[in-house]
């Protein structure tokens, strides 16, 4: 079993930063591929980013490639997701999830664990 909680969430201008953070409980985190999901009202759970249990590789949406950056500290059981650049459409409650395997990491149907979410809201 895994329990994820999401923070870092909140509201900022367009062109700013925010840094969401994963803490994850288990002993059995490092094994884990992790990702980044967002849904804005309205719309369909969207991949943002994932990493792969050793952090060895990485890939994000075409949206937040070169503004997001995923990484892991398996040391600390924790995820993050650092956001830079932030525009009004990066708004959505953001996920962090926990899945076995690399393969098909980008479909949401594939992960095993996920956190209660946390509000991102960027102005314009």
């Known amino acids: 079993q895994v329990q994820l909680v999401e923070s870092g969430g909140g509201l900022v201008q367009a062109g700013g930063s925010l840094r969401l953070s994963c803490a994850a409980s288990?002993?059995?985190?490092?094994?884990?591929?992790m990702g980044w999901f967002r849904q804005a009202p309205g719309k369909e759970r969207e991949f943002v980013a994932a990493?792969?249990?050793?952090?060895?590789?990485?890939d994000y949406s075409g949206s937040v490639k070169g503004r997001f950056t995923i990484s892991r500290d398996n040391a600390k059981n924790t995820v993050y997701l650092q956001m830079n650049t932030l525009k009004p459409e990066d708004t959505a409650v953001y996920y962090c999830?926990?899945?076995?395997?690399?393969?098909?990491?980008?479909?949401?149907?594939?992960?095993?664990?996920w956190g209660q979410g946390t509000q991102v809201t960027v102005s314009s």
């Open positions: 990493i792969r249990w050793s952090g060895g590789n990485t």
């Open positions: 288990g002993r059995t985190f490092s094994t884990y591929a």
């Open positions: 999830a926990a899945k076995d395997g690399w393969s098909d990491y980008a479909h949401y149907r594939g992960y095993k664990y």
